[in-house]
């Protein structure tokens, strides 16, 4: 039985009747979402009166969203991928149970200015290209007969609109899906910078308690003032009801109230990260007249959380070390417009490593990606796009707070987001603009008025002294030892310095990396030149071991972030195997191909076993005397050539490695494992060319 606080006791008992009474009609469709994302017509380019309802558009592409029109010259190099305007448009027929209703439409995003039609009406216009945004169409609707949508999106270049320049393309379109809500006159407002209207906040928790405050966005279509009431129903992860309040609400005519309420929870189940990622689930039901008018679902996981200067995170009382990788959102041949599979298939991936924590970087992510975060238990870095360059205006300032509140309204309830990320190197000497320190502390401070729960962050880089990079409650740092610059042995001294200089402040890893083809190979490792054609996959393993060996001894580092788990699209570069590719992945672009260095991390981070044999790739050989070099997570491996076992061996520090003198032609390599008697295997072929008659190689 649920504790409520003395003014809810007696309603609380009324409403547990009426509340499993209230289920029954809520049973009805209060809210209705229409998926809209089907039978689209595209045009690349502009055109004049392209919004109008009109307008012929047969002649324009049928497109299905998500939707880039950049998927592929956004990939291939020559930085000359296409930004500018795009148009779309849709017919929504005849609305029908729409009269008496309101409709609203919500884009979960569009990349990078939109502007929204209905019947040749300008709707509104978001500017900003990763943030869910919606404005209501009901002004705007005919009752009877067809009503267009219009929609003109623009990639270009904004003065006011940040990321200015990032290493990653822009895609343009309408990227994620687009929804119609059809809601009562008198419903939770979809209009609070497109969040869910309902914010939940753990305010207080004990041994066996937890206060929870509820605030609700409530707005009243209706002429004239309303007696509502608000209905919290709390469900446990068995889809129990633990918890069923009523709470009277007054609303004003016309008007919007933000009411707040609070509820207490006894012998709380809390979200333990990978542990444990418990989570309830919260119904809000809005009532009129007793009726139910509208609903509201919303995740809850309670945690406390800090950072602790030497102990690095602390999750519930108890160290967490935070590894992990950051993660951009693109795709081979899709770009941004992705859809749940491919998020389903990058987290797979992410939490098949063993990684307790992810940067979603370098911007708003899709709110299914931080839903895949709650319900794997990763520890999340949410961040804005103000990446390298800055404007110092007001409406660059000013969009960067629009963008910080979308992203914090927006995925507030997502327990597994504990750190707000302000900025990505906007001290980049390579890509200087004004000095963005009073930028930083402005919108630091905006963040914690918006969420006291959650610790600010940036990622810095040189010059990490500079004083925009200390305006947050942490810091990590950029640092790429063995790849940009210096060796890759460096970066132990670099960590004790950093903290010994900071004493005030946390420091973690936001970044570090090598490139990698699975084309390239080289042994024994040797650096690359970064910007390259040949990048050996080798050298990224090599990196990477000596990374990981030197953070793992240094829990003051409070995160660390491999980058990057996947390789990504960058239209300016041209290294490595693929023009337009950033290589810096563990996985590849495609997600097909784990790279070796994915399997140094999978036997540090993961208890799920297996054996990998490093350079299997590297089939061509021409040299007979080499090293096998495996990675694991088991005790002993057994290694067989051509059949023949070279012996078992005991992986010190999950390596294990033999010298091995290869035959001409076909060399079958083979390694296993037992583990709690299960076998597990991995093999591959290397083919040693026999040396020609006249000695060449
Ligand atoms: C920077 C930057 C990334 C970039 C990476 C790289 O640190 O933050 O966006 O992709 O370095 O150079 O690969």
Not at 575 to 599: C, H, I, M, Q, S
Request: hydrophobic share 40%; glycine share 8%; aromatic share 10%.
């Amino acid at each position: 039985m649920m504790r409520s606080d003395l003014r809810t006791l007696r309603i609380g008992c009324v409403t547990l009747v009426l509340g499993v009474a209230g289920l029954a009609r809520a049973e009805d469709a209060v809210r209705r979402v229409v998926d809209v994302n089907a039978g689209w017509r595209f045009h690349k380019g502009d055109v004049e009166s392209a919004g109008k309802a009109a307008f012929d558009d047969k002649a324009w592409e049928s497109v299905d969203l998500p939707h880039t029109w950049n998927a592929q010259d956004g990939q291939d190099g020559g930085n000359n991928y296409y930004r500018g305007p795009g148009w779309y448009r849709r017919s929504l027929g005849e609305l029908k149970g729409v009269v008496g209703k309101r409709v609203f439409i919500r884009f979960q995003a569009a990349n990078t200015v939109a502007d929204v039609y209905l019947n040749g009406a300008h709707v509104g216009q978001h500017r900003g290209g990763f943030a869910a945004f919606c404005f209501e169409l009901s002004p705007h609707l005919k009752a009877d007969g067809a009503n267009v949508l219009a929609v003109r999106v623009d990639n270009s270049h904004f003065d006011d609109v940040p990321p200015w320049s990032a290493d990653f393309t822009f895609f343009g379109g309408i990227y994620r899906g687009v929804e119609l809500l059809v809601l009562d006159p008198v419903c939770i407002s979809p209009l609070d910078y497109a969040s869910p209207g309902v914010y939940l906040q753990m305010v207080g928790v004990g041994k066996d308690w937890a206060k929870v405050q509820l605030t609700t966005v409530i707005s009243n279509g209706q002429d004239k003032a309303l007696d509502a009431k608000l209905d919290v129903e709390l469900r446990d992860a068995d889809d129990k009801v633990v918890l069923n309040e009523r709470f009277p609400v007054e609303l004003a005519a016309s008007a919007e109230a933000r009411t707040q309420h609070v509820v207490h929870i006894d012998n709380p189940h809390m979200w333990n990260g990978r542990r444990d990622p418990y989570l309830y689930s919260v119904t809000v039901r809005l009532l009129v007249d007793d009726k139910p008018v509208d609903e509201v679902h919303q995740p809850l996981g309670l945690r406390t959380f800090g950072v602790d200067r030497e102990k690095g995170f602390v999750l519930n009382d108890t160290p967490l070390d935070l590894h992990g990788v950051n993660r951009h959102q693109d795709r081979l041949d899709m770009g941004w417009a992705i859809t749940q599979r491919e998020h389903d298939e990058d987290f797979a991936l992410i939490r098949e490593m063993g990684c307790t924590a992810v940067r979603l970087a370098h911007y708003q992510q899709a709110d299914y990606a931080y839903t895949l975060c709650d319900g794997m238990g990763l520890v999340v870095w949410a961040e804005i796009p103000l990446v390298n360059r800055i404007a110092d205006t007001p409406e660059f300032r000013d969009n960067c707070r629009q963008q910080l509140r979308e992203l914090i309204r927006q995925n507030y309830n997502h327990p597994s987001i504990c750190f707000w990320g302000i900025h990505n190197e906007i001290t980049a000497p390579w890509d200087q603009g004004p000095d963005a320190t009073a930028l930083v502390r402005d919108l630091a401070a905006l963040a914690k008025a918006e969420d006291p729960t959650r610790l600010t962050t940036c990622a810095a880089c040189d010059p990490v002294d500079h004083p925009a990079n200390w305006q947050t409650n942490v810091v990590a740092v950029n640092r790429y030892f063995g790849w940009y610059a210096g060796e890759a042995e460096d970066v132990a001294a670099w960590a004790d310095a950093t903290h010994k200089a900071h004493p005030q402040t946390p420091v973690g890893m936001s970044e570090y990396g090598a490139g990698a083809s699975i084309h390239h190979h080289a042994w024994p490792p040797v650096k690359p030149k970064h910007n390259g054609p040949n990048h050996p996959e080798e050298w990224q393993a090599h990196l990477h071991e000596v990374h990981w060996r030197a953070m793992r001894e240094r829990p003051f580092l409070w995160c660390k972030f491999v980058w990057n788990m996947f390789d990504f699209a960058v239209d300016a570069r041209n290294e490595g195997d693929t023009p337009g590719r950033n290589d810096k992945g563990l996985v590849t672009y495609d997600r097909k191909t784990k790279k070796d260095a994915f399997y140094w991390y999978k036997a540090n981070w993961s208890d799920e076993p297996f054996v990998h044999i490093n350079s299997s790739r590297y089939e061509k050989r021409t040299t007979a005397q080499t090293t096998i070099r495996v990675y694991t997570n088991c005790d002993e491996v057994e290694l067989q050539h051509n059949g023949k076992s070279l012996g078992k061996q005991k992986c010190a520090d999950h390596v294990c490695e033999w010298p091995v003198t290869l035959e001409p032609g076909t060399n079958e390599m083979k390694v296993k494992a037992i583990h709690d008697g299960a076998e597990v295997v991995d093999s591959c072929q290397w083919m040693l060319a026999l040396p020609s008659s006249d000695g060449a190689e």
